[in-house]
C-alpha cells in the first residue's frame, strides 16, 4: 500500500549525500522531503538514504521529539497536520452541494443485487441517503450508525442491511476496535465507497483517527473495487493517520476540482472520473 519515493525525491537526496551522512544533514533533508509531500513512510525514506528502516526510525523520533513532525504508524507527518476531527453532525452540513453530487453518481454505478461497503463519512451518508430513494435491491454493510439507521427505516423492500459491530465513537456515531475489524474482515462485498479527511500530495489517505483508518483500510481490503469519493477540500487537510496509498483505489471521484488537480491523480496511475453539475 506504501507509494514508491519519488524520483524527484531520490535524485535531489542521493546526488549529494551518502549513507555515511551525519544524522543531523540526513535528519534536514527529512524535513524538506516532509515539507514537500506533507507525509512520508520509513520505506519510503530507507530507499532514498540506502539506510536501514531501524536508522529511519531512529531519526524520526528524534526530530518528533524536537517538535518537527508527528509519527504515525509506518511513518510521519507534519506537525500542523493535528488529530482535529469534527462530530458527524458538523461535517454532515459542510460541502453538501458536492456530496450530493458524489452521491448521485456512485449510486448510478451501483448494479442490482451487489453488496457494498459505506465507510462512516458524512459523503458515504449522502450516498445512503440516494440509494433509500432510488429504491436499489443492494446489501449495505457499514459501521456507521447514521447509515444504519437509515437503511432500518427505509421502506425499501430488496435493500439489505448487515451492520458492523464494535465500540461506538460518540463523535462520528461510529464503530470502531477489534471487533468491527473482525466483522469487516468476514465479509466480502463488490464495492466500498468510502472518503477521508485528506489526501497528501505525496498521494497518502489520511484520517484523524487510527482506528477509523483501520476500519477503512480493512474494507478496502476487503472490497473488489475501491471507489474515493472526494472534492477540492480534501486536498487542503489532513489527518495524523494513513490509511494507504491513493493507488489501491480501483477509482476516484472527483467533484469540484480542476484539471490540474485531475492531472496530478491521473499521474499516480489512479482512474480519476471528474464530475460537475
Known sequence: M??????????QVRCGLSNRTLPEERRRQILEILNRRGSITVAELGEIFGISPMTIRRDLDALERAGQ?????????????AQHEDSFSHRLTRAVEAKELLAEHAAAMLKPGEAVFLDSSTTAYYLARRIVQLGLALTIVTNSLPIMELVAKSQVPRLELISIGGSLRKLTLSFVGQRAVADIRSLYADKVYFSVKGVTSGGDLTDPDPQEAEAKRAMIEQAREAVLLVDETKFEQYGLCIIGSITVVSQVLLADAGDDRAAALRGMGVQVRRIWR
Request: proline share 4%; no cysteine.
Open 2 to 11: 506504501t507509494q514508491l519515493a519519488s524520483s524527484e525525491d531520490f535524485l
Open 69 to 81: 513532525l508527528k509519527r504515525t504508524h509506518g511513518g510521519a507527518i507534519l506537525p500542523s497536520l
